[in-house]
């Protein structure tokens, strides 16, 4: 039974960790916005920051650090699907449809028009 409660209280301490570092990524979020970083630099920064939060939430709240197999599985099958929608619009780019088609006019053979009066 003393076993169990050291194992209760490791969790706790571990959520209580994991609450500390997600006020402290907020506030360092928040400070970044007031500071007026180039935008490049600012989204790469929010985006590390919460990277790092949801892989937190994720990992420990919602006890997802247990499920290596699943999760290994499942992004996987997302970055299987992110390549397929990203390779649509090259798909759609290599096509000729809704492009003009250009004909050629034989070179002894006057264009239609050419040389008639504007009126």
Do not use: C
């Amino acid at each position: 039974m003393h076993s169990e409660a050291d194992d209760i209280k490791k969790h706790v301490r571990t959520y209580w960790m994991i609450g500390g570092a997600l006020y402290v990524f907020t506030v360092i979020t928040v400070a970044v916005n007031q500071i007026h970083l180039a935008l490049p630099f600012a989204v790469t920064l929010a985006l590390i920051v919460a990277s790092m939060k949801g892989y937190m939430v994720a990992s420990v709240f919602m006890h997802l650090n247990h499920e290596k197999k699943w999760i290994y599985g499942s992004l996987l099958l997302t970055v299987a699907f992110f390549i397929v929608l990203m390779s649509i619009p090259l798909f759609t780019v290599m096509d000729s449809i809704g492009t003009d088609i250009v004909q050629e006019v034989p070179a002894g053979s006057a264009h239609p028009g050419a040389g008639a009066p504007a009126h």
